[in-house]
């Protein structure tokens, strides 16, 4: 159960520190509100809940093709070809950027869904096409690596857990800091720890394109 937990938390923390339009609409809320530390707490309660229904979804349909162990293998190995590649493009996309000048956090450049920030971040989740594509494809193989089914719900709420403190541990601390005035981040401290998530990433997509393959999941 421990390592279900922190391969879920590493992951999504992982993912969660690339900037993306949640992170946008965190700041945006952060700024707005008037009490904008707690708007990270709504947006990500919208955000769990519409993983945990999404979640739920993709085992209830792909339970049926859990027993095919070439089913596993496919999803296995396309869920970390693409996880290597997105780790790619994370840090060549790093690279291109300047860095030299601040990360900036100003809130008139910051445009999105102005209404309830619970609302908000199930609809800014919905919106982005990654996001589904990510569950559909990468989250789903992670699952079938960890052996997360229906069957089992105590290992599916850990994954779910585990993968919600990867979102809370990154957007709470940026919301706080926000709301109480921060404009910046260190540019050169915020560059090589989303290199180092690139690296993470590339490294567990090869671990589990080989992982299903040498250790495919009992059937």
Not at 32 to 49: C, D, F, K, V, W
Not at 168 to 180: D, T
Not at 181 to 209: D, R, W
Request: proline content about 4%; glycine content about 10%; aromatic content about 16%.
């Amino acid at each position: 159960m421990i390592e279900i937990f922190i391969t879920s938390f590493i992951v999504a923390l992982s993912g969660a520190l690339s900037p993306g339009p949640l992170l946008t609409f965190t700041i945006y809320k952060s700024l707005r509100q008037e009490r904008g530390y707690l708007a990270a707490i709504y947006i990500l309660l919208g955000h769990a809940t519409i993983e945990l229904a999404l979640i739920i979804v993709l085992l209830a349909g792909a339970s049926f093709f859990f027993q095919n162990i070439i089913f596993l293998t496919l999803v296995g190995i396309i869920g970390g070809t693409l996880l290597v590649i997105y780790g790619i493009f994370t840090i060549r996309d790093i690279l291109k950027s300047d860095f030299e000048k601040n990360y900036t956090l100003e809130g008139e450049t910051i445009k999105g869904f102005k209404g309830n920030s619970y609302v908000g971040g199930i609809l800014v989740s919905l919106s982005n096409p990654f996001w589904t594509f990510w569950w559909a494809v990468i989250g789903l193989s992670l699952m079938v690596t960890l052996s997360i089914t229906l069957f089992n719900p105590l290992k599916m709420i850990v994954f779910f857990l585990g993968h919600e403190m990867g979102d809370i541990i990154w957007y709470l601390p940026i919301s706080i800091f926000v709301s109480l005035g921060g404009k910046s981040l260190n540019p050169k401290i915020y560059k090589y720890v989303l290199i180092a998530c690139g690296i993470f990433m590339i490294v567990f997509g090869v671990y589990l394109a080989l992982n299903i393959v040498f250790n495919p999941p009992p059937i």
